[in-house]
């Protein structure tokens, strides 16, 4: 009888690293978490996955040798043909192999990419994108993050840092500072952060609103709040989410015009607004983008959640072993 | 003896068709030009670039047998799988099959993608872009074309639209109208076109300046003049290099965040200002860059003139026949 083979997806973030045991058409298993170990630059990563996942193997019944390998994201500039790290602010990596290290460890081919990267691979296999050969993905988080496919293949770049769109420039003159170093990115324009941001600035101005009342009772005020109440009626809100969209598609459309998607895929914690945000973001994108452009191109929320990490990691496999 | 084998590359412009019979390696044995034919949408261009090359292998002493593919760009919207042209607003095809039209007459394989992608498959094969995998090409002329090279193949996109850059929107509200229907676009701002008409309002707001005197004896201000009277020390027009250099840095940054690319190749007519217009360029480049894109990064001049797109279609042939 021919063994099943299996391949492991792991999906390192900031705060927890996720894995799962997928089939080779990408159906999880078996999914788990651990925490993520910052200390020492997070030089303990590598050999706390390969144990994780070593245990989780074991306690499955299954063996190494029935892994065809593993497919790793991380928040990172990576080297996608080697899995060298160059940085990642968020983990504390830098110049870290961590390639070679998981490949030393487990035995298997190893594949690393960029997390957002990995998670537009999944979303195109098995989630929204519909295996189209031309996707934009934009998550829409706490930061602003992308993944480009084009031409059926993952858009990686001269030094691993195509796709970065959170740091298109949007704001060219007083714009808020971003983690990156400029002002005015993306990421300070259009991110769960953004949004909160600016429904606490529209607050401070008017503090007879909705958002003001809410932020008294609350505390603070969230992106998800300020849809919430902008669907009751809320002006401040509604402006809002105007502003967060227009530029939002302003940068979507810019960056059509260069890659000509046939499918956008919006995903991240703000994406579950769902057409409360796509409809007056496609309105936006229409606005700026070229009508040709325009026509080719679908708009459609995220579908796999936080899953397409790791079934982008088992494509990875899937396509590079 | 083995026959001498031969390519064909064509330029198809607004108003002329640049030819050229080029060995497999990219060296142009024989260039020439016929005018453009634009009665009737267009239509008989397919018979006149056939009749054009027919007449020049006759004379040539060679005949269809030794030719390899014809290799066209188009200023259009094409189906590169085909050839078939969506539209050209230039030429005025629209719904045109020159790929089936041509390969019917030639009978030999024949292979069509837009006229600023083939200038870009030009470039980087035997000019400024020195085979790097990840390229972007910008022509600053009339209008503002670009052509992306990402993990060394051309981008396409999903409708024959990827790299139109021209049309990235840079000016939101009241920007000038665009060829396209939109406004503040690129082409609007950073194109020749864009310089003189820039040049022209500060000739209007400022009788004195140097520039309304030179308009006073020219009739008119060309993006030339404001390069040359700018180099005399003229403030009103290095202040419009700025400006037009400021946004141009801008888009730049914003396409390089998207696909990481290796050298950025300026062509076209304004390239010809060389670091008058590279040095303002870069810095504008590098204040809205993500650091890292930046690094990645090399900005160069065009190095094959007119001949790009002709050279870019041979490489069109030897890539795909």
């Known amino acids: 009888m021919k063994t099943q083979m299996y391949v ?9 690293i996720k894995a799962a045991i997928l089939s080779e058409e990408g159906v999880i298993n078996h999914k788990w978490e651990i925490p993520t170990n910052q ?3 997070g030089t303990h990563i590598a050999l706390e996955v390969y144990r994780t996942i070593d245990e989780t193997l ?31 602010v ?32 999944g979303e195109n296999w098995l989630g929204a994108g519909k295996q189209t050969r031309n996707l934009l993905a934009i998550t829409l988080g706490t930061g602003v993050g992308g993944g480009a496919i084009v031409n059926g293949e993952l858009l990686s770049g001269a030094n691993g840092t195509a796709a970065e769109v959170g740091h298109m420039t949007m704001v060219t003159e007083g714009g808020a500072p971003c983690n990156c170093g400029k002002n005015g990115c993306l990421e300070t324009e259009a991110s769960a952060r953004a949004i909160s941001r600016k429904a606490n600035e529209a607050a401070d101005a008017h503090p007879d609103s909705l958002l003001n009342e809410m932020r008294a009772h609350n505390g603070d005020i969230t992106a998800k709040d300020v849809f919430d109440i902008a669907e009751q009626g809320d002006l401040h809100s509604e402006r809002v989410i105007q502003e967060v969209t ?3 598609g302003l940068a979507i459309a810019n960056m ?3 890659t000509n998607p046939a499918i956008i895929v919006i995903g991240g914690g703000v994406s579950k607004a769902g057409d409360q945000l ?44």
Chains 1, 2 share one sequence.
Do not use: M
Not at 8 to 16: A, E, F, R
Not at 281 to 297: G, H, M
């Open 256 to 258: 059509a015009v260069l």
């Open 278 to 321: 796509l409809s007056p973001l496609r309105k936006a994108f229409d606005t700026y983008a070229l009508p040709r452009t325009s026509e080719a191109c679908e708009f459609r929320i995220a579908q796999l959640g936080n899953d397409a990490g790791v079934i982008g990691g088992a494509y990875l496999v899937k396509e590079r072993s």
């Open 90 to 121: 968020n983990i504390g990596w830098k110049h870290y192999h961590l390639g070679e290290e998981l490949r030393g460890l487990a035995k298997v081919p190893v594949f690393i990419d960029n997390d957002a990267n990995l998670a537009a691979l």
């Open 39 to 41: 200390a020492e630059q």
């Open 246 to 248: 227009d530029t939002l």
């Open 8 to 16: 492991v997806g792991v999906d390192i973030g900031g705060t927890s």
């Open 58 to 88: 074991a306690n499955s019944g299954l063996s190494w040798s029935q892994i065809k390998g593993v497919g790793v994201g991380a928040p990172a500039f990576v080297d996608t043909d080697t899995g060298y790290v160059y940085e990642s």
